[in-house]
């Protein structure tokens, strides 16, 4: 196959260990061609890809608690901002400087 791009085809799937147990596997799958371009045979590999779906989970359980945490900052931050924008004439100053001083810390979080 002189000068030409083999095209290799990837997907996901899962094979069976010899006790019967579930393991994700990667099959890459490409076609071997004779000089001519005429397709004489093919090659299919399997990889184990168990670690990297562990990976992939830890990553996704990962961005779903910092998601969380910033949701439960700006639910906290509009608080203190609902009440200060509703019942600014009755907190005094020195209240209304705590509840922006809280806020000003939160958001350097």
């Known amino acids: 196959m002189k000068g030409k791009?083999?095209?290799?085809?990837?997907?996901?799937?899962?094979?069976?260990?010899?006790?019967?147990?579930?393991?994700?596997?990667?099959?890459?799958?490409?076609?071997?061609?004779?000089?001519?371009?005429h397709l004489i045979g093919g090659v299919e590999s399997?990889?184990?890809?168990?670690?990297?779906?562990?990976?992939?989970?830890e990553k996704d359980n990962l961005i779903s608690m910092l998601a969380h945490d910033m949701r439960s900052a700006h639910a906290i931050i509009g608080g203190f901002i609902r009440r200060l924008l509703t019942k600014s004439r009755t907190i005094n100053q020195a209240k209304?400087?705590?509840?922006?001083?809280?806020?000003r810390s939160?958001?350097?979080h």
């Open 46 to 57: 399997f990889q184990n890809i168990l670690r990297l779906k562990a990976l992939e989970r």
């Open 106 to 108: 939160r958001s350097g």
């Open 5 to 37: 791009k083999t095209r290799v085809s990837r997907r996901n799937d899962y094979s069976c260990n010899k006790r019967g147990k579930e393991i994700p596997v990667r099959i890459n799958t490409a076609g071997l061609f004779a000089d001519d371009g």
């Open 96 to 103: 209304q400087e705590e509840y922006l001083q809280a806020e």
